[in-house]
């Protein structure tokens, strides 16, 4: 048989081999990064000791920034007001943009805190200014507390969160202290489970890394514990990217403030249960991170930092440019096939064989890794860690364009990501659909469909040409543009 095109002039077949392959080196290169990481991760796996309690506890401000968020907001300040730490040293804020009956919610939950006489207000701003980073912005200013524990409005802080971080600031240089997420709905879905095995080794090994390390590390905007001065001195909020977090943890540790990273604290979450939200949400961080690495690494490696500092912060920065990296080989995979079918070029096979094992092992062993650590039934989650590379090829084409608005834009629009309250052993299905608050779907869903057809044309006429090895890597790619291109219609559908 033969393949099903013509053939190559030998330069252009060059050309386009030699590319396939410099992307290749680029991916090993983030690739073998995670085998870096379980590296310093190893260097000592368990949590900092936990320092003794303090002689007098410092006043906290728990901050809890919401906009619209009617179906959990109530849920939030009950576990606010569930914290075991002395009453006259807890202050709650709620800083409420809603523009729904969330306010209303929160007035009648913020009273009844009020009548057990706990020091909770109700902070509202006459416009959405700044978006989170405004908010928080606001409150800061407001705050009567030395240290801000803040809370997104997903997450279900348990009653001794404080008391198991807040004793680190015994050292004047701790600035802040993350928690762990956990997830409230982690069986929901294989997209629930699938952003629970990312996320576990997000936290698990990658904060731990960093932090046996001696790299910086970000505080993920929720479940953690900031010192205020630490705050102000890094320079306060700012809305000039995305992911306001991840800007000042980098300001602030350019200041020199040290990040503990409390992996035996863990605050549970709900994760996005709608594709539309979840690639919204993903879209905002990769967005955002592109944006603080266009801000501040020109001023990380003008700082004194440790070059192992720099390079490891660099490859943090950019850890979501293997996206448009993935697109484009998703739309080269399919003539480099022919292209290597008429080279018969044993150096390249060897060297395309070489790069894919590096760029895929280590991702693969780092997921798997990071379940063995974080779960005792960790055997049976490693079905589901395939899953984790379907859904990434699917998110490509969303987080390039995230990628791109990052390097050229500012800012942007903050969209929140819509919460039902969806928990384990809890399904309501009608409640979200009544919500209105599902995520509109992005014109990209057009460019997913459109990539899955063109991988079902490209495996039957490879498959007729007799060129059957490349076809699992087909299926993968069709699989993951098929599953997140059609669950995004099918929930459009469903909203409309």
């Known amino acids: 048989m033969h393949p099903p095109s013509g053939s190559w002039h030998p330069l252009a077949g060059d050309l386009l081999l030699g590319l396939h392959l410099v992307i290749w080196v680029v991916l090993a290169a983030y690739g073998l990064h995670r085998l870096h990481l379980i590296l310093l991760y190893r260097r000592n796996a368990g949590p900092p000791p936990l320092p003794p309690d303090p002689e007098t506890w410092p006043v906290v401000t728990v901050q809890l920034p919401v906009y619209n968020e009617r179906y959990v907001v109530a849920r939030l300040l009950?576990?606010?007001?569930?914290?075991?730490?002395?009453?006259?040293?807890?202050?709650?804020?709620?800083?409420?943009?809603?523009t729904d009956e969330t306010a209303s919610i929160a007035a009648r939950a913020i009273e009844d805190l009020r009548s057990r006489g706990i020091d909770a207000v109700h902070l509202r701003r006459p416009a959405?200014?700044?978006?989170?980073?405004?908010?928080?912005?606001?409150?800061?200013?407001?705050?009567?507390?030395?240290?801000?524990?803040?809370?997104?409005a997903d997450f279900v802080p348990s009653p001794g969160f404080l008391r198991g971080t807040v004793p680190y600031f015994a050292d004047p240089a701790v600035g802040v202290v993350q928690a762990r997420w956990r997830h409230?709905?982690?069986?929901?879905?294989?997209?629930?489970?699938?952003?629970?095995?990312?996320?576990?080794g997000h936290f698990l090994i990658e904060h731990a890394a960093r932090r046996n390390g001696g790299r910086y590390f970000n505080f993920n905007g929720t479940a953690g514990v900031l010192r205020r001065s630490c705050v102000v001195d890094a320079?306060?909020?700012?809305?000039?990217?995305?992911?306001?977090?991840?800007?000042?943890?980098?300001?602030?540790?350019?200041?020199?403030?040290?990040?503990?990273?409390?992996s035996h604290v863990g605050c549970p979450a709900e994760l996005p249960v709608e594709m539309n939200a979840f690639k919204a949400q993903q879209h905002r961080w990769v967005r955002g991170s592109i944006q603080v690495a266009r801000k501040l690494l020109p001023r990380l490696w003008r700082s004194r930092a440790p070059l192992s500092v720099k390079l490891e912060a660099t490859f943090h920065l950019t850890s979501n440019v293997p996206y448009v990296l993935l697109l484009l080989l998703s739309l080269l995979v399919y003539p480099v096939v022919l292209a290597r079918y008429e080279s018969k070029s044993l150096p390249f096979l060897l060297a395309d064989t070489a790069l894919l094992l590096a760029a895929t092992g280590p991702v693969l062993f780092y997921f798997v890794y990071a379940q063995r650590q974080a779960r005792k039934d960790w055997r049976g989650q490693l079905r589901y860690v395939p899953l984790v590379f379907m859904l990434g090829i699917g998110?490509?084409?969303?987080?390039?364009?995230?990628?791109?608005?990052?390097?050229?834009?500012?800012?942007?629009?903050?969209?929140?990501?819509?919460?039902?309250?969806?928990?384990?052993?809890?399904?309501?299905?009608?409640?979200?659909?009544?919500?209105?608050?599902?995520?509109?779907?992005?014109?990209?869903?057009?460019?997913?469909?459109?990539?899955?057809g063109y991988f079902v044309w490209a495996m039957l006429s490879i498959a007729g040409a007799g060129l059957f090895a490349p076809l699992p890597f087909f299926a993968l790619y069709l699989a993951g543009f098929l599953y997140v291109g059609t669950l995004s219609l099918a929930q459009a559908i469903r909203r409309s």
């Open 78 to 98: 009950e576990a606010a007001g569930s914290l075991d730490y002395p009453r006259d040293r807890l202050e709650i804020q709620l800083l409420d943009d809603s």
């Open 128 to 152: 959405r200014e700044g978006y989170k980073a405004g908010a928080l912005q606001h409150g800061l200013e407001l705050a009567r507390g030395s240290l801000l524990a803040i809370f997104d």
């Open 184 to 200: 409230l709905n982690q069986d929901h879905s294989i997209l629930s489970r699938v952003q629970a095995i990312s996320l576990d």
């Open 235 to 262: 320079g306060g909020w700012q809305s000039d990217t995305l992911t306001e977090d991840l800007d000042l943890s980098y300001r602030a540790q350019l200041r020199g403030w040290r990040f503990v990273f409390a």
């Open 395 to 452: 998110l490509a084409v969303s987080n390039t364009r995230a990628v791109i608005e990052g390097a050229l834009c500012r800012a942007g629009t903050f969209h929140r990501t819509p919460k039902f309250r969806i928990e384990a052993g809890r399904r309501n299905p009608e409640r979200a659909r009544r919500a209105g608050y599902r995520a509109p779907v992005s014109a990209t869903v057009l460019v997913e469909m459109a990539l899955a």
